[in-house]
């Protein structure tokens, strides 16, 4: 048996150790979502009512301004942009989940624990992950059955939803600085739900940023949502659906951009709010 | 004592804005025993916790865990010791073999040998049977039971307990008493934090009060309440009569007179209850003060205090209250 090595006092927990740490609190999050029924209607049953609402009330409204690449159905638009909206907007459970940790007090005990710092917002962050990555599957299948049809090839459409999953994991760690900082679950969800949903509705989540007031279009046209948005429909539905003079290789390399920078900057704030949070 | 002391502190300060949550606390206890950290809220009692379990960097002073620094040997600190804090940190979700069985996998227990401890516990602790329910359908006791149960599970030689009984109906706070005494007789050692002189009465081997971040008062029980008195005498006059039945009796034998203010009663705390009773009628009638009320009791918390600084537990906190401070929880 390894636990007497294991079981050595030393200050330092080793690097396997902290994965496995990540991974025992990763399964007792994803747990919570599997066995509180609300939280799995919460992150299934809504986005799929949102796909459902656009697609049959406003779907064909909307066809007419849509680019050719849609080929006149508006599911094709709106699915790569739905799956940026779910990211974004389920990137809020990391938050709450943390800071409902922290004030049950589980987050002293796991400090309390010899494990790495960093496994607890592992943990976390990956949990969400997954729960991402099985919503967005969901999505996709719902959306294909309701007529959705990628015009590239299966490994563009899988490299778009792995850029889903990256915007779902940066802002993961955004909303993971943001819990720490506020510290309750209430607060926490309500100063992130104007940025938020700011950020998806004046996008091209929904519609062709073409459609929007002049006023709005700069900023719709160039902040991040759009440009994950941009990046999944190009990869999904071809050069055609992107603005004017945008090719999938530059939509999809200002998307890695995003990616890389948000989380660069997200990963080591949250760390450290992470380490001064007891207080 | 010989014995090298398994939890010591020295000069320990933390602020929490402008509030000196700590103020310069030290403290040595010996191994075996249940050491009682007896104070009113905002005392100092969680913070210090939080220093002692790692999860506090003081601003200065040091703690030392069976003599590691808790600042610079954090993770060797943490093998050593568990911490139930004073909410149950247990998930409602989970059933209660997992939730002990997950703490004991962060302690890198094989998932088998984790298991197995988790069932001796949970046999121990008496909730063997309701181990694979959620623990949602638990009683507050249950969970409080459970909760000890996550933080025995990496065999500590040190636990910590804030405040373990608090919100606990009767029977259940006995329950685990009685856990916590077996829990010593194994030769670990127990620093719990309690309001209740009752508790720390029953447990605690020595019990140390804090007062505004800093130790006024340690010994053991007896020790204690022979320099507060072992009983008090709660005499209520009329108003008028207050100031000169409090200078009758600050002469009396074996006692001192407080007025408490915040129930408006006189307290004499007397070493031998019934002789001061009578001593106290025999002097306010050679007085001619008439007796509105008079009790004999056991002093509480709020009276040790009143004992030792002057003032009453509930007073300390409102002052506490009243001292700036910053404007999250700083849950001392």
């Known amino acids: ?279 | 004592m010989p014995t090298n002391p398994i939890i010591e502190a020295e000069g320990l300060v933390k602020l929490f804005g402008e509030t000196r949550a700590l103020d310069g606390l030290s403290l040595s206890i010996e191994p075996g025993i249940v050491y009682g950290l007896l104070g009113p809220n905002g005392a100092g009692k969680t913070t210090f916790i939080k220093v002692a379990t790692t999860l506090l960097k003081p601003d200065s002073g040091w703690a030392k865990i069976d003599g590691l620094d808790v600042h610079q040997h954090a993770g060797a600190v943490r093998h050593k010791i568990g911490l139930a804090g004073q909410f149950a940190a247990v998930d409602g979700y989970q059933t209660g073999r997992e939730n002990v069985v997950m703490v004991g996998r962060l302690y890198n227990l094989t998932a088998k040998e984790a298991k197995r401890r988790a069932d001796e516990i949970l046999e121990r602790i008496g909730l063997f049977d309701v181990g694979d329910k959620q623990v949602k359908t638990y009683s507050g006791g249950m969970k409080r039971r459970l909760d000890l149960a996550a933080s025995l599970i990496g065999r500590p030689t040190i636990l910590f307990l804030d405040e373990p009984t608090t919100g606990l109906d009767p029977r259940s706070r006995l329950d685990l008493w009685s856990l916590i005494e077996e829990f010593v007789q194994d030769g670990s050692t127990v620093l719990l934090t309690t309001q209740h002189l009752e508790e720390a009465d029953r447990l605690a081997k020595i019990v140390g009060v804090l007062d505004q971040g800093k130790m006024i008062a340690e010994g053991t029980p007896d020790e204690l309440k022979n320099r507060f008195g072992a009983s008090i005498v709660e005499v209520r006059v009329d108003p008028e009569d207050q100031s000169s039945a409090v200078a009758a009796l600050e002469r009396i034998d074996g006692g001192s007179a407080h007025i408490d203010t915040s129930v408006g009663s006189i307290k004499v705390f007397a070493a031998d209850g019934s002789r001061t009773l009578v001593d106290v009628v025999r002097i306010l009638d050679a007085q001619d003060i008439s007796v509105e009320d008079i009790a004999l009791h056991r002093p509480s918390l709020d009276e040790v205090f009143l004992g030792l600084t002057g003032r009453s537990a509930e007073q300390a906190e409102q002052e506490r209250v009243r001292a700036p401070s910053r404007r999250s929880r700083t849950s001392t």
């Open chain 1, 1 to 279: 048996m390894t636990t007497s090595t294991n079981r050595q006092i030393s200050d330092r927990v080793s690097v396997a150790a902290g994965w496995t740490h990540a991974g025992i609190i990763m399964r007792r999050n994803m747990l919570r979502t599997v066995r509180l029924p609300q939280l799995l209607v919460f992150a299934t049953i809504q986005p799929i009512m949102f796909l459902l609402l656009f697609n049959y009330v406003f779907g064909g409204a909307l066809t007419s301004s849509l680019p050719p690449a849609a080929n006149g159905s508006y599911i094709n638009w709106l699915i790569p942009g739905l799956l940026i909206q779910v990211a974004t907007f389920g990137s809020s459970q990391t938050a709450i989940g943390l800071t409902e940790d922290l004030k049950g007090g589980v987050i002293d005990r796991f400090r309390s624990l010899p494990i790495a710092r960093s496994a607890v917002l592992a943990g976390r962050t990956f949990a969400d992950l997954a729960r991402n990555a099985v919503v967005m599957s969901i999505m996709l299948v719902v959306g294909y059955l309701i007529g959705f049809r990628p015009t590239t090839t299966f490994a563009a459409v899988v490299l778009g939803l792995i850029i889903a999953l990256l915007w779902a994991y940066a802002l993961s760690w955004v909303m993971a600085s943001i819990g720490l900082l506020v510290k309750d679950p209430e607060a926490t969800q309500s100063a992130v739900f104007m940025p938020m949903f700011i950020l998806v509705f004046a996008s091209s989540v929904f519609v062709p940023v073409e459609t929007l007031p002049s006023w709005l279009q700069g900023f719709a046209a160039n902040q991040p949502v759009t440009v994950m948005a941009n990046a999944l429909r190009g990869l999904m539905l071809g050069e055609g659906a992107l603005p004017a003079g945008t090719s999938i290789q530059s939509a999809v390399l200002l998307a890695f951009v995003w990616l890389v920078a948000v989380t660069a900057v997200a990963v080591p704030v949250a760390v450290r709010f992470y380490r001064r949070s007891a207080g």
